[in-house]
């Protein structure tokens, strides 16, 4: 199945400064990586998400890179602010019968925005 | 279009009752996810849904966990005889579609065994 490592599990950063979060998954098959931020006390929400066709999408501070040789993913969020504090979880797909029944999930990055 | 709509938000149960969580799918979504996250951890699947059928089951525990999407009515998480370790969020999600191709998430439901 598939395993997905995220690092860093905390993460601080000074408000306006950019910060980075990296994911590696195992199985070359996945084409779907999402990206989730739960702020406490609430479900995890989708914030943007890349196929296997493209390497990099941006929806105006977030972007996400892919590099499918190396099987990894990263988070980009540029000029941060307070309310991006939260933990971010990124996704890859597995499952035994089409391989993207469901989502198996990092373990979290606790990012922290200093004011 | 209301999103994926869980219910109750919290729940307390003493040792040894019976939980039973409830989750709405999004309108038009008929493949349905139960997840859970103990504290501090991240997201473990559980069980994958679609009406009347149980299509992927191998992340619940082999005994007191029960799951079920009926034609009618909303997908059921059922856990018999709560024990401590069951306290944790259990989160459904929904797709249009296989949710390896993309999947909405409830606000989940916190379950509290004393």
């Known amino acids: 199945g598939e395993n997905v490592e995220q690092h860093p599990s905390t993460l601080s950063v000074q408000e306006g400064d950019s910060a980075v979060i990296k994911c590696t998954y195992s199985d070359s098959a996945s084409n779907y990586f999402p990206w989730y931020k739960q702020e406490l006390g609430k479900g995890p929400q989708l914030i943007i998400d890349?196929?296997?066709?493209?390497g990099e999408k941006k929806d105006q501070r977030i972007a996400v890179t892919l590099n499918k040789t190396a099987k990894h993913f990263s988070l980009h969020i540029t000029e941060t602010q307070p309310e991006d504090s939260a933990v971010y979880f990124c996704a890859a797909p597995s499952g035994t019968n089409f391989g993207n029944e469901k989502l198996t999930f990092g373990t979290g990055t606790r990012l922290t925005i200093i004011p | 279009n209301a999103g994926v709509m869980q219910n109750p938000r919290h729940l307390v149960r003493r040792r040894g009752q019976e939980a039973r969580l409830r989750c709405s799918p999004m309108k038009g979504h008929s493949h349905v996810y139960w997840y859970r996250q103990l504290p501090e951890e991240g997201l473990k699947f559980m069980v994958y849904?679609?009406?009347?059928?149980?299509?992927?089951e191998s992340g619940m525990p082999k005994e007191r966990f029960s799951a079920e999407f009926p034609k009618e009515g909303p997908s059921i998480l059922r856990i018999q005889q709560v024990v401590r370790g069951d306290s944790a969020a259990y989160f459904c999600?929904?797709?249009?579609?296989?949710?390896?191709?993309?999947?909405?998430f409830g606000s989940g439901t916190r379950l509290t065994v004393v």
């Open positions: 849904l679609q009406k009347e059928n149980i299509i992927d």
């Open positions: 999600a929904s797709s249009p579609i296989l949710i390896g191709q993309g999947g909405i």
């Open positions: 890349i196929r296997s066709n493209v």
